[in-house]
T-cell receptor, first 113, second 115 residues
C-alpha cells in the first residue's frame, strides 16, 4: 500500500543553523501534504501544508518543498531555535474520497544551544 | 486552538475493565478521528466518523468501539482493556476531508495505562 516515510529518525543541529527534514511518499495520486510538529507530551500541531500543484510554500521561518518527480517532500526551518526541538511528521492525502491521511513515523529534531 | 478537548487526559485502569475516552469539539466539524500513537509505529487510525451515527473502522480497530450521537462528541470505548492498549490516544477533526487544503487538527492526547 501507500506509505509515507521519513529518511532520518533523528536530526541534531546547532541553534541558528537551518534544518532540513525530509519525507518520501510513494503514491503519485497524493494531492495534499502536511507537516506537523509534536512536542513532548502534546498533540501534533499543524505547521504548514502544500498542494500538489505547488512546488514550494513558505511560512514564518518554514518552507516546504515538494518534488513530485521523485516523490519527495522536505521541511526547511530557518535559524533553528531550541523551541523547535520536537518530532516532525509529514502526512499525505490521496485525491478523492474520504480524508484518511497517512503519517510518517516522525523525525526527532534536537537543537543544541 | 482547534477547539478540541479530550478527557480524561490521563488514566490508569486495570486489565479487563471498560474505558471510555471522550473527544469534544466546538468547531462543528463533520469528520472526527481517533488515533493511537506508540513508539515505532507513529500515528495509527482506530476509528473515524463522518457524521452523527456514521462511523467506520481504521487500521487498528480490534478491541475498540466508537459512538457519535451528536456532532460535537466522539467517544472511544475499550470494552475490556488489555495491556496492549496502553498508549497515547489522539482525537482529530477536519471539516471537509474531500477537499485539498482541509487539514486535520489534533487534540492534546489521552494517556492510558492498562495494568
Amino acid at each position: 500500500g501507500e506509505s509515507v516515510g521519513l529518511h532520518l529518525p533523528t536530526l541534531s543541529v546547532q541553534e541558528g543553523d537551518n534544518s532540513i527534514i525530509n519525507c518520501a511518499y510513494s503514491n503519485s495520486a497524493s494531492d495534499y501534504f502536511i507537516w506537523y510538529k509534536q512536542e513532548s507530551g502534546k498533540g501534533p500541531q499543524f505547521i504548514i501544508d502544500i498542494r500538489s500543484n505547488m512546488d514550494k510554500r513558505q511560512g514564518q521561518r518554514v518552507t516546504v518543498l515538494l518534488n513530485k518527480t521523485v516523490k519527495h517532500l522536505s521541511l526547511q526551518i530557518a535559524a533553528t531555535q531550541p523551541g523547535d526541538s520536537a518530532v516532525y511528521f509529514c502526512a499525505e492525502k490521496l485525491s478523492g474520497g474520504s480524508y484518511i491521511p497517512t503519517f510518517g513515523r516522525g523525525t526527532s529534531l534536537i537543537v543544541h544551544p | 486552538d482547534a477547539g478540541i478537548t479530550q478527557s480524561p487526559r490521563h488514566k490508569v485502569t486495570e486489565t479487563g475493565t471498560p474505558v471510555t475516552l471522550r473527544c469534544h469539539q466546538t468547531e462543528n466539524h463533520r469528520y472526527m478521528y481517533w488515533y493511537r500513537q506508540d513508539p515505532g509505529h507513529g500515528l495509527r487510525l482506530i476509528h473515524y466518523s463522518y457524521g452523527v451515527k456514521d462511523t467506520d473502522k481504521g487500521e487498528v480497530s480490534d478491541g475498540y468501539s466508537v459512538s457519535r450521537s451528536k456532532t460535537e462528541d466522539f467517544l472511544l470505548t475499550l470494552e475490556s482493556a488489555t495491556s496492549s492498549q496502553t498508549s497515547v490516544y489522539f482525537c482529530a477533526i477536519t471539516f471537509l476531508p474531500g477537499d485539498s487544503g482541509n487539514t486535520i487538527y489534533f487534540g492534546e492526547g489521552s494517556w492510558l495505562t492498562v495494568v
